[in-house]
Structure formats: C-alpha cells, structure tokens
C-alpha cells in the first residue's frame, strides 16, 4: 500500500464541489504514524474517514486562528453521547428477566473494564469487542442468568445496532451542512463504529471516526485523544471535544482540547481537577449556539434542563 499519508496520517483529497453532493461513504484507511509517537504506535490500524476538506462553506469562514468558540472541527464521543446504548436492551429480549437493569450493569462494567485497563497499561490492552464480550459474561453470571452462544451472539449484535439520539442527528445534520469537518472518537472497534454509523445514516458527513484501536489504549489516558489533533492537522486548541461523559470531556481537557459536555442528566459537575468550557442538556442545544455564534469561550452556558 503507498504510504505516502500526511503527517496526520489521512492522505486529504481535494475539497469538495458543492455541485456534486455530499461526500463520499466512509472507507478504511491506514493511519500511518509519521507526525507522533501516538500515530507511530498505531501504524497499521484502520481509521474510518470520508472527505477530510472542509466543504467551501467552512472555507468561507472569517478568518482568525480556531478557538474553543469558533472551532476548526468538532468531534464528538460515540457511546452515551452520539448513540443511545439504552437501545441494546432490544436485542436482549427474550434473553434475561429485565433487560433495562440488564443492559444498565453490562454498561457499568463495560466501562469499568475500560478505565482499569486503560489504568493497567499497553500489556492490558483488548479490543472493545472482547471487553464487552468479557462484561456480558460478568453480568450474566452476576445475575444467574445462563446465555449460550446463540444468545451471546444476539446481546453482542446489539452493540452493532445501537441507535442515535434524535438531537444527535439534528446536531450531525446541521453542523454539517454548515461545513463544519466533524469526528467521532471512541473507545468502539472500526466494525462497530462503521455499523452505527451507518445505521445512523451518517455516511459521508463526519470527517473522521476514530477508535482507541490506533492508540491500544482506552480513554481517558492522552494518547487517545491525542489522535484527535494529529487527525485532522492542527493543534488541539482548535478542536473542540464534546462528551456526555465526565471522565471523558477531563480527560480530553487534560490533554489540551476545549471541551463541551452534554450534560443529558443533569448530573453535578465531575471533580476531576478540570471544568468545562462549555455545557449543555443536548446536543441540539449546543449546534444551536456553535451556529448562532453564541458559544462563548471562557463561560459554561448551561441549556435549560
């Protein structure tokens, strides 16, 4: 394969002609580290990505270095943020007595495996598919609920089919036919990412979906938001990281990217030594003031809850 990427490690082609439609469907490509030890590390894993250009409208922009207010890219977390993980409790009935508390304590655990493996080191490292895989067998074992293998099959295809919150296609939808480049950055496997993607309906209109698989790490160690500025070839500063999770938007704070947290249950403020730039109770709200220009930097906007 010819390996001659951008320091980035997205080969960029030309922009966009609005005459011609959106872009194109998502592809796999290398992301070939040249430009960090993080994109190093990652060579040979895939990166999902369409049309890296900004379409001429976001070229139209006034001109002035980005900021956490007038933002380069946005790029969003997938799992909790993006897509709704509560749609998993549909592919567990008929499984388990209660698939509301069910999908709620493989979530739980899913994340928890996550965070201790991130803790534990690049030895630890396994793909999302296997931690979720190895968190149904706690759950289920923790409720006394047997699962054979057809059954485990179907719980784990539910992860392939999670749907988006209505206000993530409402922001996904108008950000982008701003000209605004949007990614999504997740602990997710490129299958997994590539099938919600598409059952969203959103091939063609993010810039880049990248997945802790080019990091062999999981969130919220640096090195995988790390991969956020040297995707899209500039500085972390310009980017601006949303989450509905408070790990999440502080580790991506830590590391030097302003953030937005959707904050969907008005839960308190994380006490992790790094606040927010800006919050909301969804992401309709905040494409509402990243449009109308009433995303302040410096402030925290609250939406009404």
Request: net charge neutral; charged share 15%; aromatic share 8%.
């Amino acid at each position: 394969m010819d390996r001659t990427t951008d320091r980035g490690g997205i080969r960029r082609p030309p922009a966009k002609d609005p005459s011609h439609g959106e872009t194109p469907p998502l592809t796999r490509r290398r992301l070939l580290g040249t430009g960090t030890g993080t994109a190093a590390a990652a060579a040979g894993s895939f990166l999902l990505a369409g049309r890296h250009s900004a379409p001429a409208a976001a070229q139209a922009t006034p001109a002035g270095a980005p900021s956490a207010a007038r933002p380069a890219a946005v790029v969003f977390d997938s799992y909790g943020t993006m897509f709704d993980v509560a749609s998993v409790t549909d592919a567990l009935t008929g499984l388990v007595p209660d698939p509301t508390a069910f999908a709620a304590l493989w979530r739980d655990q899913q994340l928890e495996y996550t965070v201790a493996r991130a803790a534990l080191g690049p030895h630890a490292y396994v793909d999302w598919s296997r931690v979720t895989s190895d968190a149904l067998d706690f759950t289920a074992e923790s409720v006394g609920v047997q699962l054979s293998v057809a059954d485990k099959a179907q719980a784990m295809d539910g992860w392939m089919r999670v749907r988006p919150y209505p206000d993530a296609s409402d922001a996904v939808d108008r950000l982008s036919r701003a000209g605004l480049p949007l990614g999504i950055l997740s602990n997710g496997t490129p299958a997994m990412l590539e099938s919600a993607v598409r059952t969203a309906g959103w091939e063609g209109r993010l810039a880049a979906v990248l997945s802790v698989d080019l990091a062999h790490t999981y969130k919220p160690n640096p090195h995988v938001y790390l991969l956020i500025p040297d995707a899209f070839g500039t500085p972390a500063s310009g980017v601006l990281f949303v989450s509905a999770h408070g790990f999440d938007v502080s580790g991506a704070k830590a590391t030097g990217l302003p953030v937005a947290w959707i904050n969907r249950q008005a839960k308190p403020a994380p006490r992790l030594g790094y606040a927010q730039d800006f919050v909301f109770a969804d992401l309709s709200a905040f494409a509402d003031a990243l449009l109308n220009g009433t995303l302040t930097a410096g402030a925290s906007p609250v939406a009404p809850l």
